[in-house]
């Protein structure tokens, strides 16, 4: 499985824009980038993937790099409830293992009031 | 509409003895995952059903970790003669389809502490 690097930590402000780097350098041409987050005491959820375009939904934005050894996660305006554990994973495609999601330990966000 | 349940929330047992986890998938849904999450770290992969029938279970840590789903709905987590270090939340995870533009979605978990 490729490997992605996250920083361990960041914090920001409420109502500020967060930007959450992730780097893949291995990256092959069609692993997609997945990007997962984990609320205290719950299970991960959901946020968004890309494989080369920039790509936006209700919950944030993904900017990937045009060689695609790295990508951002953007929210766009932090919220309290944005305080959570964000993964990012890169995900083969069809078969070989390509089911599972392979968590790193990802970047805890911190968001101060 | 209802998301992944898993019961029970919390287990306590003692070590040596068995437990079951069971985890109902959002309806539907034909892929079915279990992860386990040790404190601090992220999710790790146990094994992955796709209908019935398991179709990678490489990440079952021994044979004393078996799981089931024999109606392709419900899931059914199984460890034998468990040991402290099986202490951690099990996850579990239902996608529509599988591959690597699927969203898997997750349940709140169970946590097990073996004592």
């Known amino acids: 499985d490729a490997k992605t690097t996250q920083p361990n930590s960041m914090e920001s402000n409420e109502e500020e824009p967060v930007h959450l780097p992730c780097n893949h350098s291995?990256?092959?041409?069609?692993?997609?980038i997945h990007w997962y987050r984990q609320l205290p005491s719950q299970g991960p959820e959901y946020v968004i993937h890309?494989?080369?375009s920039n790509v936006n939904n209700r919950m944030a934005s993904l900017a990937i790099a045009e060689d695609r050894k790295s990508s951002t996660l953007i929210l766009h305006r932090a919220t309290l409830r944005d305080a959570a554990v964000y993964y990012c994973i890169l995900r083969e495609p069809g078969g070989g293992g390509s089911e599972k999601l392979v968590f790193g330990k990802g970047t805890k966000l911190t968001v101060n009031p | 509409g209802a998301g992944v349940s898993q019961t029970p929330s919390n287990k306590v047992t003692e070590k040596g003895k068995y437990v079951e986890l069971r985890c109902d998938p959002i309806?539907?849904?034909?892929?079915l995952y279990w992860y386990r999450q040790s404190l601090g770290q992220g999710p790790e992969f146990l094994i992955y059903f796709q209908g019935t029938g398991a179709a990678d279970d490489s990440g079952l840590p021994n044979d004393r970790f078996f799981a089931v789903r024999p109606e392709g709905s419900v899931s059914t987590l199984k460890i034998q003669r468990t040991e402290r270090g099986d202490s951690a939340v099990y996850l579990c995870?239902?996608?529509?389809?599988?591959?690597?533009?699927?969203?898997?979605?997750f349940g709140p978990g169970t946590r097990l502490t073996v004592l």
């Open positions: 890309g494989l080369t």
């Open positions: 291995t990256i092959s041409g069609t692993d997609y």
């Open positions: 309806s539907g849904h034909t892929a």
């Open positions: 995870a239902s996608s529509e389809v599988w591959g690597p533009r699927d969203t898997q979605y």
